[in-house]
């Protein structure tokens, strides 16, 4: 399994980016996918993740500002920034993992992240 992702970079707050992440070596439509970032100093933690078929979850911090989508032809999940915040400064990763219980788990699948900075 490889992940690629890109399409970080530096932006205005209130700006937006959008990233992307292929996928290679796996069955990808019957993955589960998600995006996840790491600031400075803290914890990994999740951004957004869309199982195979039904409805994406974000975080808290994220809803109404980012949309994950995934292209099943082309191997690709892609999360979709906008109205950027300082705040969301961070290296995000996407991730191939699984549902269970209504939740998204992380797999050993990572990507090699993109950095993304908000400037104010």
Request: hydrophobic share 35%; with cysteine.
């Amino acid at each position: 399994v490889q992940l690629q992702a890109s399409g970080g970079g530096l932006v205005q707050a209130g700006g937006s980016l959008r990233l992307s992440c292929e996928a290679s070596g796996m069955l990808f439509r019957y993955a589960a996918m998600a995006w996840y970032r790491q600031a400075p100093g803290k914890q990994r933690e999740l951004v957004a993740a869309i199982p195979s078929g039904g409805s994406a979850n974000y975080a808290d911090s994220v809803k109404g500002r980012f949309t994950i989508s995934r292209d099943n032809a082309k191997n690709m999940v892609h999360l979709q920034m906008n109205s950027l915040k300082p705040e969301d400064t961070a290296v995000y990763y996407c991730n191939r993992g699984s549902y269970y219980s209504g939740s998204y788990h992380s797999s050993n699948y990572w990507g090699q992240g993109t950095l993304v900075t908000v400037s104010s």
